[in-house]
């Protein structure tokens, strides 16, 4: 059994910046991949980042200049650098990890975007 627990977020003025963490537990042999997705109040959930087994990430266009998604293997970490934060970031944000056929989420981390 794997378990995601997400930290970092909080409330942020206008152009400020946040690292988010997600820890995973227990045992990630054969990982495919890990991401992060956010979810604003009556939207969906979407893709924020994902970053490869080998390090190869991928953005959403929206934010792709201003976060960076990056991982630590040896501590089971991954983490998504956000800057020039902008209102409409405000959202749930949740770390994804793939393992082998399973996909397991964390709790989310709110990140509030607001002067």
């Known amino acids: 059994q794997v378990h995601l627990v997400e930290s970092g977020g909080g409330l942020v003025q206008p152009g400020g910046s946040l690292r988010l963490s997600c820890v995973a537990s227990?045992?990630?042999?054969?990982?495919?991949?890990m991401g992060w997705y956010r979810q604003a109040p009556g939207k969906e959930r979407d893709l924020v980042a994902r970053?490869?087994?080998?390090?190869?990430?991928i953005y959403a266009d929206s934010m792709k200049d201003r976060f960076t998604i990056s991982r630590d293997n040896a501590k089971k970490t991954i983490y998504l650098q956000m800057t020039t934060l902008k209102p409409e970031d405000t959202a749930v944000y949740y770390c994804?990890?793939?393992?082998?056929?399973?996909?397991?989420w964390g709790q989310g981390t709110q990140v509030t975007v607001s002067s």
């Open positions: 994804n990890f793939q393992i082998g056929l399973l996909t397991y």
């Open positions: 227990g045992s990630i042999f054969s990982l495919n991949g």
């Open positions: 970053i490869s087994t080998i390090g190869t990430p």
